[in-house]
């Protein structure tokens, strides 16, 4: 027996979908604007997980193109059936209801290819699918309500789907609106069916504070369901903004192969205030049926740091849980750029890569050249080695990011002449920026600068330091203006390195010689 430690994927990984395949246990979370998208994680134990791939990860599947900051891919939903992985999801554009939508994907092998989408004609979000064992299939999803009793009531429907042509046919059926009366944003359903009863998980009171899980049952797919009574069956909202978790929601189930059952679902973990920085995570919890109905975490009712799973082996260094540690190399699967492929602006060389310098930045809602791994860790010291002969007005660095709108950089900035090395710091707040710091660096213009975020909780230092220099501290930023909390969006910390010309014509490239995460214990 070996204890899990929760958050199950530590860092941005919302909305976890879970599905098991034989001994194996797959897993899928929201990536929002950031490519590749949809990583897919596979466990034999529910304790070691390690990406091994993406279902997002050509240019020609979905076009991310001017989508904004936790605009992109929302919610996904993973099954198997008949040897085929069945994924499906929604393309998100806040600024642009007509583009996107909710799309359905396969593949026979999870770690890729993936299809290109078929898109389907259904509005809303947090679409999902089951297959019953009579062949039929059944999509459902939620959106706002047609005819609203309250501000953000919504409703979940379902109707079939043909699996051979994968379009919605018959009749559709409004089936939820959520446990409580007032509730607001009834999402994420799935369905299940145990012991020949229909089951309808979903979340509600919003993918906030006040998310819950509530649970339904029905002798039919298309209802009536009728709710449990002790819904909602798992929430922390009840134990207020002080808690070590917050935000429980968003949830999935799955049985394992020893008979036992489990739920993924996400969570925040506030820490300096009410502020989660490392974003909604991927948590576990085992389940038990009572009288018919699931039990979320029994004899306690919420999210534990520890859960024991009985039919788990040790844990295998470096995969457990999905964490980056160490050197981060170019062919690590957790690195993200925005929005299109690293190709079109990075290569590989050993350790590190070549960052070819764009001309947009990193508050543009487009592809900068941008590589970036989400914060895992509350403490942790992130070192970036970089080295290029910049031209006036050229930057290379190091950033912390939230949004176009909202993130930190420190970075090694060139000056006319070319003579001059100066390290800046800069705080980007609402859009708006702020200098907070500068230094003038020795050493030629071509010699390698380590740049270092350092965070200790909610401060933020930033460092430089040329070749075989002591770093210095540049500025201090606090973190508690960097979470979505703050910022508003639905994303945790990336930290990554970036290269801009800003706005300019260039044909800088910019050398990674080394990037390091490495947690503080």
């Not at 009793?149 to 919504?154: A, L, N």
């Amino acid at each position: 027996m070996t204890a899990v430690r929760n958050p199950l994927l530590p860092g941005c990984y919302p909305d976890p979908t879970i599905c098991r395949v034989g001994e194996d246990y797959y897993l899928v979370t929201s990536t929002f604007e950031y490519f590749p998208g949809l990583p897919v994680f596979r466990s034999r134990d529910l304790v070691s997980w390690e990406q091994i791939g993406h279902v997002v990860d050509r240019p020609g599947q979905l076009d991310f193109d001017g989508i904004a900051s936790s605009g992109g891919l929302y919610a996904p939903t993973l099954r198997h059936h008949d040897g085929v992985f069945w994924l499906v999801c929604t393309l998100v554009d806040q600024q642009d209801d007509t583009r996107g939508g909710n799309f359905l994907m396969t593949a026979t092998d999870p770690a890729g290819p993936w299809s290109d989408p078929g898109w389907l004609d259904v509005d809303g979000i947090d679409p999902s699918i089951f297959f019953d064992d009579d062949g039929r299939v059944w999509m459902h999803g939620t959106r706002p309500a047609r005819e609203p009793e309250w501000h953000d009531q919504t409703e979940v429907w379902v109707r079939e789907l043909d699996p051979e042509t994968k379009k919605l046919v018959g009749p559709e059926q409004v089936i939820w609106n959520g446990a409580l009366r007032n509730v607001v944003w009834a999402e994420a359903p799935h369905l299940y069916k145990v012991d020949g009863t229909y089951y309808l998980l979903a979340a509600e009171g919003g993918t906030e504070f006040h998310h819950a899980v509530s649970i339904a049952r029905a002798d039919s797919v298309t209802g009536p369901y009728v709710g449990n009574k002790g819904n909602p069956i798992l929430t922390h909202r009840h134990l207020g903004r002080g808690s070590d978790v917050v935000g429980a929601g968003h949830a999935d189930l799955v049985q394992a192969a020893d008979g036992s059952w489990w739920a993924t679902l996400l969570g925040m973990r506030p820490y300096g205030g009410y502020h989660y920085n490392l974003g909604r995570e991927t948590f576990l919890v085992p389940v038990v049926w009572e009288d018919g109905w699931p039990v979320f975490a029994p004899g306690v009712g919420r999210v534990l740091d520890e859960v024991e799973v009985p039919f788990a082996g040790q844990v295998r260094p470096g995969v457990a849980q999905g964490c980056v540690s160490g050197v981060v190399r170019p062919d690590d699967l957790r690195w993200t750029s925005l929005r299109r492929p690293a190709a079109g602006f990075s290569s590989a060389r050993g350790d590190g890569w070549d960052l070819r310098m764009r001309p947009s930045t990193l508050g543009d809602p487009v592809t900068p050249a941008f590589l970036g791994v989400r914060q895992q860790h509350k403490d942790v010291d992130v070192r970036a080695t970089v080295r290029a002969a910049l031209a006036a007005g050229e930057d290379v660095g190091l950033t912390v990011r939230q949004s176009e709108d909202d993130h930190v950089r420190v970075f090694v900035t060139g000056a006319d002449g070319g003579k001059e090395r100066r390290v800046v710091a800069v705080h980007r707040q609402g859009g708006i920026e702020t200098t907070l710091g500068e230094l003038s660096l020795a050493g030629g213009a071509e010699e390698p600068v380590t740049l270092t975020v350092s965070a200790r909780g909610q401060d933020y230092s930033l460092l430089a330091g040329a070749a075989d220099e002591e770093p210095a501290t540049v500025a201090v930023v606090d973190g508690r203006a960097l979470d979505s909390v703050a910022t508003g969006g639905f994303l945790g910390l990336w930290i990554g390195v970036y290269a801009t010309s800003n706005g300019r014509p260039t044909a800088t490239i910019a050398r990674v010689e080394r990037f390091e995460y490495v947690p503080v214990a």
